[in-house]
Nanobody
Framework: QVQLMESGGGLVQAGGSLTLSCVAS????????MGWGRQAPGKERELVALITSGSITYADSVKGRFTISRDSAGIKVYLQMNSLKLEDTAVYYC????????WGQGTQVTVSS
C-alpha cells in the first residue's frame, strides 16, 4: 500500500508560478514511477508529468512550463509550474505506480485572469 499527500495548491494569476509537493508513505522506492495528474471540470483525469530513476516525461500541454523533480530517497515529488494559463486550472493529483496505481486526494489549482 502507498499513501500520497499533496500540498501547495492555491489561487494564482495567469503567468504566475506555483509549486506542488507530494509525500509518499508505504511501500515505495526510488525505482517506482511517481508523477502528477490533473482533472479539470468536465474533463477526464490526465497525467501531466512522470518521473522514474532514469527518465522524465511531460504531456505536450505542459512541456516547457512545468518541471517535475524528486528527492533522492524517492518519496517526495514536486511539480514546479511556471507561466500558468487559465486552462491549467484543475485539481492536481499525486500519482505513484508500484504493482498498483495510487492517487492522492488532490489539491486545487486555480489560475485567474
Amino acid at each position: 500500500q502507498v499513501q500520497l499527500m499533496e500540498s501547495g495548491g492555491g489561487l494564482v494569476q495567469a503567468g504566475g508560478s506555483l509549486t506542488l509537493s507530494c509525500v509518499a508513505s508505504g511501500r515505495i522506492s526510488n525505482g517506482n514511477v511517481m508523477g502528477w495528474g490533473r482533472q479539470a471540470p468536465g474533463k477526464e483525469r490526465e497525467l501531466v508529468a512522470l518521473i522514474t530513476s532514469g527518465s522524465i516525461t511531460y504531456a505536450d500541454s505542459v512541456k516547457g512550463r512545468f518541471t517535475i523533480s524528486r528527492d533522492s530517497a524517492g518519496i517526495k515529488v514536486y511539480l514546479q509550474m511556471n507561466s500558468l494559463k487559465l486552462e491549467d486550472t484543475a485539481v492536481y493529483y499525486c500519482y505513484a505506480q508500484t504493482y498498483e496505481r495510487y492517487w492522492g486526494q488532490g489539491t486545487q489549482v486555480t489560475v485567474s485572469s
